[in-house]
């Protein structure tokens, strides 16, 4: 399983998706890459051994069960000629296009209705999904970051909230596409184009030639891809760049 780089690749594209959908302040914008890190983990519930299957014990492994039962049953509908005598579970319904528009049109409709406080449960399902992939250590970390939001927020921190309610829907889309662009650059692909018929298969595999794919949990992904993604996951945050390339050039005249 791609954990760790399905998280940092997350928060990457919700760091820089987040000023172009409207969550314009710094509160906002961690929010809204907190929720698309999360979420860039939640299509592999369709894996019992998954992260998100088992995060919040029966609750989790129950919906992940009966999301197996849907996308097999969906694929012995759909399937095309040429498409593989598969079970269907793993990596098909919740590895779509579809399936991401449809939870996030889901997300932002309950946020709508539910306000600050259900943007808030959102929020924090996503930290917990990303916590359990990246480690306890980001758990002092949100702490010290909602501390840090109620301090400098103050009255205004459930009216960004609130502000939120709709985007997040967003969030959880591009966190699921995310995690379907990862996977689809690994050896056996992702058919994030379903129903389209590629080739005679309705749930064709996209995949990238040969030499730029990559095998999940091996030396490019340890060595190459998670250190990259983990660089990006903090020079993105609101403020950063622009701290070190001050630093930088600061340094650079003091020469």
């Known amino acids: 399983m791609m954990g760790r780089t399905h998280a940092l690749t997350g928060w990457c594209a919700g760091l820089a998706l987040a000023p172009t959908v409207g969550a314009d302040s710094v509160h906002q914008a961690l929010a809204f890459a907190t929720?698309?890190?999360?979420?860039?983990?939640?299509p592999d519930l369709d894996h019992p051994g998954a992260r998100a299957s088992r995060l919040l014990g029966p609750l989790t492994r129950a919906l992940s069960w009966l999301l197996r039962k849907a996308s097999s049953a969906l694929y012995q509908i759909t399937k095309g000629p040429k498409?593989?005598?598969?079970?269907?579970?793993?990596?098909?319904?919740?590895?779509?296009?579809?399936?991401?528009?449809?939870?996030?049109a889901l997300t932002a409709a309950g946020t709508a209705a539910g306000g600050p406080y259900a943007v808030a449960g959102v929020a924090l399902f996503g930290l917990l999904l990303a916590e359990d992939a990246?480690?306890?250590?980001?758990?002092?970390?949100?702490?010290?970051?909602?501390?840090?939001?109620?301090?400098?927020?103050?009255?205004?921190?459930?009216?960004?909230?609130?502000?939120?309610?709709?985007?997040?829907?967003?969030?959880?889309a591009a966190g699921c596409i995310t995690h379907c662009l990862g996977d689809a650059l690994t050896e056996s692909g992702c058919p994030f184009l379903f129903p389209i018929p590629i080739a005679g298969e309705t749930w064709y595999e996209l995949?990238?030639?040969?030499?730029?794919?990559?095998?999940?949990?091996?030396?490019?992904?340890?060595?190459?891809?998670?250190?990259?993604?983990?660089i990006l996951a903090v020079l993105l945050v609101p403020g950063v760049w622009p701290l070190v390339t001050d630093v930088a050039t600061t340094a650079f005249a003091a020469d």
């Open 134 to 172: 990246l480690g306890d250590w980001l758990l002092p970390v949100a702490v010290g970051a909602v501390i840090w939001w109620w301090h400098t927020a103050g009255q205004q921190g459930f009216g960004e909230l609130d502000e939120l309610a709709g985007l997040l829907g967003i969030a959880v």
């Open 83 to 104: 498409d593989e005598n598969h079970s269907g579970t793993h990596r098909h319904l919740s590895h779509t296009v579809l399936f991401a528009i449809a939870l996030g």
């Open 207 to 230: 995949r990238p030639p040969s030499w730029l794919r990559f095998r999940t949990g091996k030396r490019t992904e340890n060595r190459i891809i998670v250190p990259i993604c983990g």
């Open 35 to 42: 929720t698309t890190a999360g979420f860039a983990l939640l």
